[in-house]
Protein backbone atom coordinates (compact mmCIF):
# COMPACT_ATOMS: atom_id res chain seq x y z
CA UNK A 1 0.00 0.00 0.00
CA UNK A 2 3.16 2.13 -0.48
CA UNK A 3 3.36 5.12 1.93
CA UNK A 4 -0.17 4.61 3.33
CA UNK A 5 0.39 2.26 6.52
CA UNK A 6 -0.85 1.12 10.00
CA UNK A 7 1.54 2.60 12.80
CA UNK A 8 0.21 0.84 15.84
CA UNK A 9 -3.07 0.51 14.28
CA UNK A 10 -3.74 3.72 12.85
CA UNK A 11 -3.76 4.56 9.25
CA UNK A 12 -0.62 6.97 8.06
CA UNK A 13 0.27 8.60 5.29
CA UNK A 14 4.01 8.19 4.88
CA UNK A 15 4.84 9.94 8.97
CA UNK A 16 1.44 11.39 9.56
CA UNK A 17 -1.59 9.97 11.26
CA UNK A 18 -4.52 10.50 8.88
CA UNK A 19 -6.67 11.32 11.78
CA UNK A 20 -4.78 14.22 12.29
CA UNK A 21 -5.61 15.14 8.91
CA UNK A 22 -9.21 14.89 9.37
CA UNK A 23 -9.01 16.96 12.56
CA UNK A 24 -7.11 19.42 10.59
CA UNK A 25 -9.20 19.52 7.01
CA UNK A 26 -12.59 17.04 7.82
CA UNK A 27 -13.85 14.71 5.50
CA UNK A 28 -14.09 13.92 2.43
CA UNK A 29 -10.88 14.57 1.93
CA UNK A 30 -8.17 14.08 -0.79
CA UNK A 31 -4.68 12.79 0.79
CA UNK A 32 -1.52 12.37 -1.47
CA UNK A 33 1.92 10.80 -0.50
CA UNK A 34 4.82 12.98 -2.19
CA UNK A 35 7.23 9.98 -1.02
CA UNK A 36 5.32 7.52 -3.33
CA UNK A 37 4.44 10.01 -6.55
CA UNK A 38 8.59 10.29 -6.57
CA UNK A 39 9.18 6.53 -6.32
CA UNK A 40 6.98 6.23 -9.27
CA UNK A 41 8.71 9.21 -11.29
CA UNK A 42 11.59 7.14 -10.57
CA UNK A 43 10.34 3.93 -11.12
CA UNK A 44 10.03 5.01 -15.04
CA UNK A 45 12.58 7.11 -15.27
CA UNK A 46 15.60 4.59 -14.18
CA UNK A 47 13.56 1.34 -16.17
CA UNK A 48 14.01 3.74 -18.78
CA UNK A 49 17.36 5.59 -18.73
CA UNK A 50 19.19 3.23 -21.41
CA UNK A 51 17.20 5.27 -24.17
CA UNK A 52 16.50 8.37 -24.61
CA UNK A 53 12.94 8.99 -23.38
CA UNK A 54 10.13 11.89 -22.13
CA UNK A 55 8.25 11.74 -19.59
CA UNK A 56 4.58 13.25 -20.31
CA UNK A 57 2.15 12.58 -17.02
CA UNK A 58 -1.37 12.14 -18.49
CA UNK A 59 -2.45 15.24 -16.45
CA UNK A 60 -6.15 13.69 -16.67
CA UNK A 61 -5.66 11.59 -14.35
CA UNK A 62 -4.88 14.29 -11.84
CA UNK A 63 -4.11 18.18 -12.55
CA UNK A 64 -3.87 19.79 -9.38
CA UNK A 65 -0.96 22.24 -9.69
CA UNK A 66 1.08 20.63 -7.17
CA UNK A 67 1.05 17.76 -8.41
CA UNK A 68 1.97 18.74 -11.89
CA UNK A 69 4.58 21.10 -10.11
CA UNK A 70 6.37 18.24 -8.75
CA UNK A 71 6.31 16.68 -12.18
CA UNK A 72 7.93 19.21 -13.95
CA UNK A 73 10.79 19.96 -11.02
CA UNK A 74 11.30 16.01 -12.22
CA UNK A 75 11.56 17.05 -15.15
CA UNK A 76 8.75 15.85 -16.30
CA UNK A 77 6.49 17.15 -19.65
CA UNK A 78 2.33 16.63 -20.17
CA UNK A 79 0.16 15.00 -21.60
CA UNK A 80 -2.66 16.77 -22.37
CA UNK A 81 -5.98 16.56 -23.73
CA UNK A 82 -7.39 20.13 -23.36
CA UNK A 83 -6.91 23.84 -23.63
CA UNK A 84 -7.65 23.76 -20.29
CA UNK A 85 -4.84 20.93 -19.27
CA UNK A 86 -2.42 22.99 -21.46
CA UNK A 87 -3.08 26.38 -19.23
CA UNK A 88 -2.36 24.36 -15.87
CA UNK A 89 0.50 22.67 -17.47
CA UNK A 90 2.06 25.98 -18.33
CA UNK A 91 1.09 28.06 -15.03
CA UNK A 92 3.41 25.43 -13.01
CA UNK A 93 5.89 25.47 -15.88
CA UNK A 94 6.03 22.70 -17.38
CA UNK A 95 8.29 23.52 -20.43
CA UNK A 96 6.09 23.54 -23.72
CA UNK A 97 9.09 21.56 -25.67
CA UNK A 98 7.64 18.22 -23.33
CA UNK A 99 3.92 19.22 -23.92
CA UNK A 100 2.16 16.90 -25.95
CA UNK A 101 -1.70 17.33 -26.93
CA UNK A 102 -4.14 14.31 -27.67
CA UNK A 103 -7.74 13.75 -28.21
CA UNK A 104 -10.67 13.84 -31.13
CA UNK A 105 -12.38 16.50 -30.75
CA UNK A 106 -9.49 19.75 -30.47
CA UNK A 107 -11.25 23.27 -31.23
CA UNK A 108 -9.58 25.79 -33.09
CA UNK A 109 -9.39 27.60 -30.11
CA UNK A 110 -7.19 24.80 -28.52
CA UNK A 111 -5.61 24.69 -31.63
CA UNK A 112 -4.60 28.25 -31.79
CA UNK A 113 -3.22 28.24 -28.43
CA UNK A 114 -1.44 25.25 -28.14
CA UNK A 115 0.40 26.41 -31.70
CA UNK A 116 1.23 29.84 -30.09
CA UNK A 117 2.75 28.25 -26.81
CA UNK A 118 4.87 25.63 -29.10
CA UNK A 119 4.22 22.65 -27.51
CA UNK A 120 6.16 19.32 -28.56
CA UNK A 121 3.67 18.03 -30.13
CA UNK A 122 0.07 17.30 -31.40
CA UNK A 123 -1.24 13.88 -31.02
CA UNK A 124 -3.91 13.82 -34.53
CA UNK A 125 -6.82 11.33 -34.13
CA UNK A 126 -8.42 11.91 -38.11
CA UNK A 127 -7.80 13.08 -41.16
CA UNK A 128 -9.80 16.43 -40.84
CA UNK A 129 -8.25 17.40 -37.63
CA UNK A 130 -5.00 17.51 -39.37
CA UNK A 131 -6.34 19.87 -41.99
CA UNK A 132 -8.05 22.19 -39.49
CA UNK A 133 -4.13 22.39 -37.59
CA UNK A 134 -2.75 22.68 -41.03
CA UNK A 135 -4.97 25.96 -42.13
CA UNK A 136 -4.78 27.15 -38.51
CA UNK A 137 -1.08 27.22 -38.80
CA UNK A 138 -0.86 28.57 -41.78
CA UNK A 139 -2.96 31.57 -40.43
CA UNK A 140 -0.51 31.70 -37.99
CA UNK A 141 2.27 31.59 -40.16
CA UNK A 142 3.64 28.61 -38.50
CA UNK A 143 4.51 24.92 -38.84
CA UNK A 144 2.68 22.88 -36.67
CA UNK A 145 4.64 19.55 -34.70
CA UNK A 146 2.66 16.68 -35.40
CA UNK A 147 2.34 12.88 -34.95
CA UNK A 148 -0.85 10.79 -36.21
CA UNK A 149 -2.59 8.92 -33.39
CA UNK A 150 -2.48 5.34 -34.63
CA UNK A 151 -5.00 2.73 -33.61
CA UNK A 152 -3.19 -0.45 -33.99
CA UNK A 153 -6.11 -2.47 -32.97
CA UNK A 154 -4.68 -4.32 -29.74
CA UNK A 155 -6.83 -5.67 -27.12
CA UNK A 156 -5.68 -4.49 -24.01
CA UNK A 157 -7.76 -6.78 -21.76
CA UNK A 158 -9.00 -4.19 -19.64
CA UNK A 159 -11.95 -2.79 -18.71
CA UNK A 160 -14.14 -2.07 -21.94
CA UNK A 161 -14.88 1.93 -20.86
CA UNK A 162 -11.18 2.57 -20.86
CA UNK A 163 -10.37 0.18 -23.88
CA UNK A 164 -9.26 2.65 -26.79
CA UNK A 165 -6.76 0.61 -29.04
CA UNK A 166 -9.04 -1.75 -30.92
CA UNK A 167 -10.90 -0.75 -34.53
CA UNK A 168 -14.37 0.13 -33.01
CA UNK A 169 -12.75 3.05 -30.78
CA UNK A 170 -13.23 6.55 -31.74
CA UNK A 171 -9.45 6.97 -30.78
CA UNK A 172 -6.99 7.76 -33.44
CA UNK A 173 -6.07 6.32 -37.44
CA UNK A 174 -6.52 2.81 -38.16
CA UNK A 175 -3.53 1.23 -38.59
CA UNK A 176 -4.42 -0.41 -41.76
CA UNK A 177 -5.06 3.75 -43.15
CA UNK A 178 -1.74 5.21 -41.55
CA UNK A 179 0.40 5.52 -44.79
CA UNK A 180 -2.36 6.91 -46.40
CA UNK A 181 -2.54 10.09 -43.62
CA UNK A 182 0.96 9.96 -43.24
CA UNK A 183 1.31 10.93 -46.72
CA UNK A 184 -1.28 13.68 -46.70
CA UNK A 185 0.39 15.32 -43.81
CA UNK A 186 3.45 15.16 -45.54
CA UNK A 187 1.55 17.09 -48.52
CA UNK A 188 0.41 19.92 -46.01
CA UNK A 189 2.69 22.87 -46.27
CA UNK A 190 2.10 23.92 -42.67
CA UNK A 191 2.44 20.07 -40.89
CA UNK A 192 5.76 18.92 -39.63
CA UNK A 193 5.62 15.09 -39.40
CA UNK A 194 7.77 14.18 -35.96
CA UNK A 195 6.02 11.43 -34.64
CA UNK A 196 3.60 8.64 -33.93
CA UNK A 197 1.20 8.48 -31.28
CA UNK A 198 -0.72 5.19 -29.49
CA UNK A 199 -2.64 4.76 -26.18
CA UNK A 200 -4.14 1.62 -26.72
CA UNK A 201 -6.23 1.92 -23.08
CA UNK A 202 -5.75 2.26 -19.03
CA UNK A 203 -5.14 0.00 -15.97
CA UNK A 204 -3.69 -3.23 -18.30
CA UNK A 205 -1.68 -5.70 -16.12
CA UNK A 206 -0.24 -7.39 -18.85
CA UNK A 207 3.25 -6.60 -21.21
CA UNK A 208 1.95 -8.67 -23.85
CA UNK A 209 -0.60 -6.06 -25.01
CA UNK A 210 2.62 -3.25 -24.78
CA UNK A 211 4.43 -5.28 -26.91
CA UNK A 212 2.61 -6.38 -29.70
CA UNK A 213 1.07 -3.29 -30.22
CA UNK A 214 4.84 -1.55 -29.50
CA UNK A 215 5.40 -4.02 -32.79
CA UNK A 216 2.88 -2.72 -35.14
CA UNK A 217 4.17 0.59 -34.71
CA UNK A 218 7.92 -0.12 -35.52
CA UNK A 219 6.99 -1.88 -38.53
CA UNK A 220 4.99 1.27 -39.73
CA UNK A 221 7.92 3.51 -38.68
CA UNK A 222 9.47 1.48 -41.23
CA UNK A 223 7.29 1.53 -43.92
CA UNK A 224 7.15 5.62 -43.18
CA UNK A 225 11.10 5.12 -43.53
CA UNK A 226 11.12 4.04 -47.02
CA UNK A 227 8.89 6.86 -48.02
CA UNK A 228 11.68 9.25 -46.99
CA UNK A 229 9.45 10.35 -43.92
CA UNK A 230 11.80 9.84 -41.15
CA UNK A 231 9.97 10.35 -37.42
CA UNK A 232 11.97 11.51 -34.35
CA UNK A 233 9.21 10.66 -31.60
CA UNK A 234 7.33 6.98 -30.70
CA UNK A 235 4.78 7.86 -28.06
CA UNK A 236 3.86 4.87 -26.66
CA UNK A 237 1.04 6.33 -24.09
CA UNK A 238 0.20 5.20 -20.88
CA UNK A 239 -1.64 2.38 -19.74
CA UNK A 240 -0.17 0.55 -16.94
CA UNK A 241 -2.08 -0.59 -14.50
CA UNK A 242 -1.78 -0.60 -10.88
CA UNK A 243 -3.14 -2.78 -8.15
CA UNK A 244 -6.74 -1.92 -6.95
CA UNK A 245 -6.94 -5.14 -5.75
CA UNK A 246 -5.72 -8.63 -6.41
CA UNK A 247 -3.82 -7.78 -9.93
CA UNK A 248 -0.27 -8.12 -10.18
CA UNK A 249 0.15 -5.23 -12.90
CA UNK A 250 3.91 -5.00 -13.96
CA UNK A 251 6.66 -3.11 -12.84
CA UNK A 252 7.70 -0.41 -14.95
CA UNK A 253 11.16 -2.15 -14.64
CA UNK A 254 9.62 -5.12 -16.34
CA UNK A 255 7.50 -3.39 -19.22
CA UNK A 256 11.34 -1.46 -20.15
CA UNK A 257 12.37 -4.99 -20.12
CA UNK A 258 10.53 -6.24 -22.24
CA UNK A 259 10.46 -2.75 -24.96
CA UNK A 260 13.54 -1.82 -24.62
CA UNK A 261 15.24 -5.00 -26.70
CA UNK A 262 12.72 -4.14 -29.42
CA UNK A 263 13.92 -0.33 -29.54
CA UNK A 264 17.30 -1.07 -29.15
CA UNK A 265 18.62 0.54 -31.97
CA UNK A 266 15.73 2.50 -33.22
CA UNK A 267 17.25 6.36 -33.71
CA UNK A 268 14.04 7.76 -32.14
CA UNK A 269 12.73 9.61 -28.84
CA UNK A 270 10.49 7.45 -26.98
CA UNK A 271 7.71 9.48 -25.13
CA UNK A 272 5.47 8.05 -22.50
CA UNK A 273 2.70 9.31 -20.41
CA UNK A 274 1.72 7.12 -17.63
CA UNK A 275 -1.22 8.67 -15.31
CA UNK A 276 -2.83 6.00 -13.24
CA UNK A 277 0.68 4.13 -12.61
CA UNK A 278 2.28 7.88 -11.20
CA UNK A 279 -0.78 8.44 -9.00
CA UNK A 280 -2.96 6.40 -8.46
CA UNK A 281 -1.36 4.75 -5.75
CA UNK A 282 -0.37 7.84 -4.25
CA UNK A 283 -3.79 8.89 -3.35
CA UNK A 284 -6.55 8.10 -0.84
CA UNK A 285 -10.26 9.33 -0.40
CA UNK A 286 -10.67 9.73 3.74
CA UNK A 287 -14.54 10.05 4.46
CA UNK A 288 -16.81 9.61 7.81
CA UNK A 289 -19.53 7.34 8.92
CA UNK A 290 -22.62 9.53 8.84
CA UNK A 291 -24.94 6.86 9.49
CA UNK A 292 -25.38 2.63 9.12
CA UNK A 293 -28.61 1.03 7.94
CA UNK A 294 -30.22 -2.33 7.55
CA UNK A 295 -31.92 -2.44 4.01
CA UNK A 296 -34.05 -5.52 3.27
CA UNK A 297 -30.88 -8.12 2.44
CA UNK A 298 -28.19 -5.44 2.88
CA UNK A 299 -26.37 -3.18 5.12
CA UNK A 300 -26.11 0.13 3.91
CA UNK A 301 -22.76 2.04 5.75
CA UNK A 302 -23.24 5.63 4.14
CA UNK A 303 -20.49 7.65 4.20
CA UNK A 304 -20.01 11.50 3.56
CA UNK A 305 -17.86 10.71 0.49
CA UNK A 306 -20.24 10.37 -2.99
CA UNK A 307 -19.86 9.64 -6.56
CA UNK A 308 -19.51 13.01 -7.43
CA UNK A 309 -16.09 12.66 -5.20
CA UNK A 310 -15.19 9.76 -6.57
CA UNK A 311 -17.21 8.40 -9.98
CA UNK A 312 -14.72 5.21 -10.63
CA UNK A 313 -16.91 2.58 -8.74
CA UNK A 314 -20.15 3.74 -10.73
CA UNK A 315 -18.71 4.77 -13.92
CA UNK A 316 -16.52 1.34 -14.59
CA UNK A 317 -17.80 -0.53 -11.51
CA UNK A 318 -13.96 0.02 -10.15
CA UNK A 319 -12.99 -1.62 -7.23
CA UNK A 320 -11.32 0.68 -4.13
CA UNK A 321 -10.00 -1.19 -1.36
CA UNK A 322 -11.49 0.48 1.82
CA UNK A 323 -9.57 0.41 5.03
CA UNK A 324 -10.64 1.72 8.36
CA UNK A 325 -8.77 4.34 9.37
CA UNK A 326 -8.31 2.93 12.86
CA UNK A 327 -7.55 -0.78 13.02
CA UNK A 328 -10.22 -3.10 14.46
CA UNK A 329 -10.65 -6.46 15.46
CA UNK A 330 -14.60 -6.35 15.19
CA UNK A 331 -16.63 -9.11 13.78
CA UNK A 332 -16.94 -8.91 9.79
CA UNK A 333 -19.82 -7.81 7.74
CA UNK A 334 -20.84 -7.22 3.88
CA UNK A 335 -22.00 -4.25 3.13
CA UNK A 336 -22.56 -1.05 0.29
CA UNK A 337 -21.10 1.32 1.25
CA UNK A 338 -23.26 4.55 0.01
CA UNK A 339 -22.96 8.52 -0.44
CA UNK A 340 -25.08 10.58 0.16
CA UNK A 341 -25.80 11.52 -3.80
CA UNK A 342 -29.17 11.23 -4.50
CA UNK A 343 -28.86 8.13 -7.21
CA UNK A 344 -28.67 4.56 -6.86
CA UNK A 345 -25.72 4.51 -8.58
CA UNK A 346 -23.70 6.52 -5.57
CA UNK A 347 -21.75 3.58 -4.03
CA UNK A 348 -18.30 3.15 -3.36
CA UNK A 349 -18.27 -0.41 -2.96
CA UNK A 350 -21.35 -3.18 -3.04
CA UNK A 351 -21.23 -6.18 -1.08
CA UNK A 352 -17.96 -5.43 0.65
CA UNK A 353 -16.78 -7.78 3.67
CA UNK A 354 -15.30 -5.05 6.19
CA UNK A 355 -14.95 -4.87 9.75
CA UNK A 356 -17.90 -3.73 11.25
CA UNK A 357 -17.76 0.48 11.58
CA UNK A 358 -19.59 2.55 13.95
CA UNK A 359 -21.34 5.86 12.80
CA UNK A 360 -18.50 8.59 13.31
CA UNK A 361 -15.93 6.66 12.52
CA UNK A 362 -13.63 6.70 9.32
CA UNK A 363 -12.84 5.28 6.22
CA UNK A 364 -10.31 5.08 3.63
CA UNK A 365 -10.87 4.67 0.43
CA UNK A 366 -7.78 3.48 -0.96
CA UNK A 367 -5.59 4.12 -4.75
CA UNK A 368 -8.04 7.11 -5.62
CA UNK A 369 -5.06 9.47 -6.81
CA UNK A 370 -5.76 8.84 -10.39
CA UNK A 371 -9.22 9.80 -11.94
CA UNK A 372 -10.11 10.78 -8.20
CA UNK A 373 -10.80 14.38 -7.85
CA UNK A 374 -10.11 14.99 -11.20
CA UNK A 375 -13.23 13.35 -12.32
CA UNK A 376 -15.00 14.86 -9.30
CA UNK A 377 -17.99 17.64 -10.09
CA UNK A 378 -20.60 19.65 -7.91
CA UNK A 379 -23.53 17.14 -8.61
CA UNK A 380 -26.05 17.35 -5.82
CA UNK A 381 -24.37 20.72 -5.11
CA UNK A 382 -21.82 19.15 -3.20
CA UNK A 383 -18.77 21.27 -2.49
CA UNK A 384 -15.76 19.19 -3.51
CA UNK A 385 -12.88 18.32 -1.01
CA UNK A 386 -9.93 19.42 -0.26
CA UNK A 387 -6.87 18.04 -1.46
CA UNK A 388 -3.45 17.27 1.24
CA UNK A 389 -0.06 16.57 0.23
CA UNK A 390 2.20 15.03 2.67
CA UNK A 391 5.57 15.07 2.72
CA UNK A 392 7.28 13.04 5.54
CA UNK A 393 5.63 14.32 8.57
CA UNK A 394 4.40 17.67 6.63
CA UNK A 395 1.22 18.50 5.12
CA UNK A 396 0.48 21.10 2.83
CA UNK A 397 -3.19 22.00 1.17
CA UNK A 398 -3.23 22.15 -2.57
CA UNK A 399 -6.75 22.14 -2.86
CA UNK A 400 -9.12 24.24 -0.49
CA UNK A 401 -12.33 22.78 0.12
CA UNK A 402 -14.83 24.46 -1.71
CA UNK A 403 -17.65 26.71 -0.32
CA UNK A 404 -21.11 26.79 -0.64
CA UNK A 405 -20.11 30.49 -2.41
CA UNK A 406 -17.92 28.65 -5.01
CA UNK A 407 -20.79 26.82 -6.29
CA UNK A 408 -22.68 29.86 -7.59
CA UNK A 409 -19.61 31.26 -9.06
CA UNK A 410 -20.09 32.45 -12.27
CA UNK A 411 -23.76 32.16 -11.96
CA UNK A 412 -26.35 35.12 -13.30
CA UNK A 413 -29.55 35.88 -12.37
CA UNK A 414 -30.94 37.94 -15.46
CA UNK A 415 -32.31 41.57 -14.99
CA UNK A 416 -35.54 40.33 -15.65
CA UNK A 417 -35.80 37.86 -12.83
CA UNK A 418 -34.87 40.33 -10.06
C1 LIG B 1 -5.71 8.72 -20.40
C2 LIG B 1 -4.54 8.73 -21.29
C3 LIG B 1 -3.27 8.39 -20.80
C4 LIG B 1 -3.03 7.92 -19.39
O1 LIG B 1 -3.51 6.66 -19.15
P1 LIG B 1 -3.19 5.91 -17.77
O2 LIG B 1 -3.94 4.65 -17.86
O3 LIG B 1 -3.66 6.77 -16.67
O4 LIG B 1 -1.70 5.70 -17.72
C5 LIG B 1 -2.20 8.49 -21.67
N1 LIG B 1 -2.37 8.91 -22.96
C6 LIG B 1 -3.57 9.22 -23.46
C7 LIG B 1 -3.68 9.68 -24.85
C8 LIG B 1 -4.69 9.15 -22.64
O5 LIG B 1 -5.89 9.47 -23.16
Known sequence: MDYFRYVKGRLH????????????????????????????????????????????????????????????????????????????????????????????????????????????????????????????????????????????????????????????????????????????????????IIGVHKHIGSQITKVTPFVDALQRMLVLVESLKAEGIDLRYLDIGGGLGIQYNDETPPHPRELAGKLLPILKGQDITIIMEPGRSIAGNAGILLTKVLYLKRGDDREFVIVDAGMNDLMRPTLYDAYHHIAPVRKNRRRKIVADIVGPVCESGDFLARGREINRIEQGEYLAVMSAGAYGFSMSSNYNSRPRPAEVLVRDSEHYVIRKRETYRDLVRGEVIPDFLQ
Do not use: W
Open 13 to 192: AEDVPVEDLIEEYGTPLYVYSHRTLERHLEAYSSAFREIPHILCFAAKANSNGAILRLIARRGGGADIVSGGELYRALRVGIPPAKIVYAGVGKTDEEIRYALGKRILMFNVESGQELERINAIAAQMNVTAPVALRINPDIDPETHPYISTGLRKHKFGIPIENALQYYRLAKRLGNIE
